[in-house]
């Protein structure tokens, strides 16, 4: 069954800095990948998609890149702001005719003033 | 829109108690998920249906976790009898489809305890 690894728990980094989380699946490679954003005592928010035959997505400050050779995906945010701080979450697709996601356990960022 | 409503916001019950969690996705949604999230296992899909059917339940932990439908607006998860292992934040999403490329609008959860 496919595996997904966020390999930092947590990520400490200083305001203004560029965050780059990863995000790794063992197993087959999705259709897409999404990456949701959840603050304390919330859901997980939307931030992007990216599809397999997309090697980079960009939106604002965020770009998420994917490399199906690696297995991988990784999610900058630029000029980082302390309202930044937050958990990010990967997800993928089940496969098959399966529509769901399968999530990541999240990586939390914080940025430090 | 006012988003997908889950409730209630927090439940404390005792072991062995019926639990009942509810929700109502965003209007014209055709898609509903379950999740569960511990901070031990993260967040796992319990049950999704489409057009108010359920499509996968193989994520319900066992027969004491029971979902419902009953039309487009409205879903419950219910757990009996409780134990303190079902202790979690539950959400309840919702999406345009099933298909995994259209985005999931989350509810703000509702955090069980069970004593």
């Known amino acids: 069954s496919q595996k997904i690894e966020q390999n930092s728990e947590a990520l400490n980094i200083q305001e203004g800095k560029t965050a780059t989380l990863t995000c790794n699946y063992t197993?087959?490679?999705?259709?897409?990948l999404q990456w949701y954003r959840q603050d304390p005592g919330r859901g997980p928010v939307f931030l992007l998609l990216i599809r397999e035959n997309e090697k980079e997505k960009r939106k604002e400050r965020l770009k998420v890149t994917f490399d199906t050779t690696l297995k991988q995906s990784l999610f900058h945010i630029t000029a980082s702001q302390p309202a930044d701080s937050a958990t990010y979450l990967c997800a993928l697709d089940r496969g098959g005719s399966q529509g769901n996601l399968i999530f990541g356990k999240g990586t939390k960022l914080s940025v430090k003033p | 829109d006012a988003g997908v409503i889950q409730s209630p916001r927090h439940e404390v019950t005792e072991m062995g108690q019926e639990v009942t969690l509810r929700c109502k996705p965003i209007?014209?949604?055709?898609?509903l998920f379950w999740y569960r999230q511990t901070m031990m296992r993260g967040l796992e899909l319990l049950i999704y249906f489409n057009n108010n059917v359920p499509i996968d339940d193989s994520g319900m932990p066992e027969d004491r976790f029971s979902a419902k439908m009953p039309n487009a607006s409205f879903s419950t998860l219910k757990i009996q009898p409780s134990e303190p292992r079902d202790s979690a934040v539950y959400f309840c999403a919702s999406s345009l489809g099933t298909v995994g490329f259209n985005e999931q609008f989350f509810g703000p959860g509702t955090r069980l305890t069970v004593l």
């Open positions: 209007s014209g949604h055709n898609s």
């Open positions: 197993n087959y490679s999705p259709a897409y």
